[in-house]
Nanobody, 116 residues
Framework: VQLQASGGGLVQAGGSLRLSCAAS????????MGWFRQAPGKEREFVAT???????YYADSVKGRFAISRDNAKNTVNLQMNSLKLEDTAVYYC???????????WGQGTQVTVSS
């Protein structure tokens, strides 16, 4: 599966951004689609994931603020990010996987910068 992330940018704290990930490949609709992020000097961390049938899982740090969704007909997965905090600043990556914890294909990343 090839993945192309977009939608990053600069936003003030408390604002919102919507990330999108376009997936190519006939079987992409069968996979878990996840979002991860990596801040400067930190390890990459899980943000959210959604199963093929729409079950969602979130990191505690984003619960209630972020929402992941997918459109299998369009092969896209979105991450709506609200009430953004300075600590949300990172490069965000989308990924496709066979389980919620195993991802085999990664997009190129999109930068999200939250300013005060």
């Amino acid at each position: 599966v090839q993945l192309q992330a977009s939608g990053g940018g600069l936003v003030q704290a408390g604002g919102s951004l919507r990330l999108s990930c376009a997936a190519s490949g006939r079987t992409s609709g069968r996979y878990f689609m996840g979002w991860f992020r990596q801040a400067p000097g930190k390890e990459r961390e899980f943000v959210a994931t959604i199963s093929a049938i729409g079950a969602t899982y979130y990191a505690d740090s984003v619960k209630g603020r972020f929402a992941i969704s997918r459109d299998n007909a369009k092969n896209t997965v979105n991450l709506q990010m609200n009430s953004l905090k300075l600590e949300d600043t990172a490069v965000y990556y989308c990924a496709a996987g066979t389980t919620s914890t195993s991802y085999h294909d990664w997009g190129q990343g999109t930068q999200v910068t939250v300013s005060s």
